[in-house]
């Protein structure tokens, strides 16, 4: 392949990978609006559309996606209260207490600091003396500041709306082309 053939291949496949994005982000969202759902929709035609013209196979999970999600976004809750994303958390959180006493030979004695460093960390007096301190060194917010993450969701969001009404659009002008194309076809042929 040419490098501006590669180019292309790459930029359709980003596509799909940021269609898919905003699928789940709009699938994850707890209570989820009418208008949510909406979304969720548009984005889930146009990345199942794309993934299938990539020559991506039709897995059980794009099916899931593509006909089930939408439904049960609209269960109370929506999907986003049946994430398992603590269950990730549990385990860097135990993978990073696991790496700070790996020297300790003893199981026991690793598990004991373990499970104390657990509590001292849970427990409302210690959060709230953290909170205290917290505030007391902070400066507050500054004016017209935007948190570092606020805006990376900012860009994510403006991405996601930009490979979706490329598609839209993409698929629009499809459509006008095989609706003139069907005119045509019937302009053309003898009437009877």
């Known amino acids: 392949m040419e490098d501006h053939a590669i180019d292309a291949m790459c930029d359709r496949f980003s596509n799909v990978c940021i269609l898919w994005d905003g699928t789940f982000s709009k699938a994850s969202k707890v209570d989820p609006s ?3 759902i ?3 929709k548009r984005f889930v035609k146009a990345a199942v ?3 299938v013209k990539e020559g991506c196979i039709m897995t059980a999970k794009l099916h899931l996606m593509w006909k089930h999600v939408a439904v049960q976004m609209k269960v109370a809750g929506g999907l986003g209260h049946k994430r398992e994303d603590w269950v990730e958390h549990q385990h860097q959180t135990g993978s990073r ?3 700070q006493h790996h020297r300790t030979k003893n199981n ?3 598990a004991v600091f373990m499970e104390k460093m657990r509590q001292e960390k849970s427990n409302p007096k210690v959060e709230k003396r953290i909170c205290i301190v917290d505030e007391k060194s902070c400066r507050g917010p500054r004016e017209h500041y935007v948190k570092r993450e606020e805006e990376r969701k900012m860009v994510r969001d403006r991405s996601r ?3 979706l009404s490329k598609w839209e659009e993409g698929a629009a002008a499809t459509m006008i082309q095989s609706l003139i194309r069907g ?3 019937r ?3 003898p009437c009877l």
């Open 38 to 40: 909406v979304m969720y």
């Open 97 to 99: 207490e696991r790496e």
């Open 187 to 189: 302009c053309a042929s």
């Open 108 to 110: 026991m004695t690793r």
């Open 161 to 163: 709306i930009k490979a």
């Open 183 to 185: 005119w045509l076809c």
């Open 49 to 51: 559309n794309l993934h």
């Open 34 to 36: 009418p208008a949510d």
